[in-house]
């Protein structure tokens, strides 16, 4: 079993940054793809970032591709989510996901572990 605790969301304004942070518990996620989602109200979750186990590859949604950066530390069991220049379409819950297949799909059904999510919230 693979737990999985998002942090970093909050209140901020358009333009303004937020860095979120996932830390894996119960096993190490070195060996897996993890992945960042968002779910907005009303609508379906949303692939925003995925990076291989190694950290060397990275898939970003054309949505925010140029104002997010997904990263990881191995030896910390952590993904992070840079976010860039927020926009008020960007308030959501943002949840991360391990893929022990190590695919970094943009699939929700191929992740195996989710986290319950942090929000984001920005005001224009």
């Known amino acids: 079993q693979v737990q999985l605790v998002e942090s970093g969301g909050g209140l901020v304004q358009a333009g303004g940054s937020l860095r979120l942070s996932c830390i894996a518990s119960?096993?190490?996620?070195?060996?897996?793809?993890m992945g960042w989602f968002r779910q907005a109200p009303g609508k379906e979750r949303e692939f925003v970032a995925a990076?291989?186990?190694?950290?060397?590859?990275?898939n970003i949604a054309d949505s925010v591709k140029g104002r997010f950066t997904i990263s990881r530390d191995n030896a910390k069991n952590t993904v992070y989510l840079q976010m860039n220049s927020l926009r008020p379409e960007d308030t959501a819950v943002y949840c991360c996901?391990?893929?022990?297949?190590?695919?970094?799909?943009?699939?929700?059904?191929?992740?195996?572990?989710w986290g319950q999510g942090t929000q984001v919230t920005v005001s224009s």
């Open positions: 996901a391990a893929d022990l297949k190590g695919r970094g799909t943009r699939d929700v059904l191929g992740y195996d572990y």
């Open positions: 119960g096993r190490s996620i070195s060996n897996y793809a």
């Open positions: 990076i291989s186990w190694g950290g060397v590859n990275t």
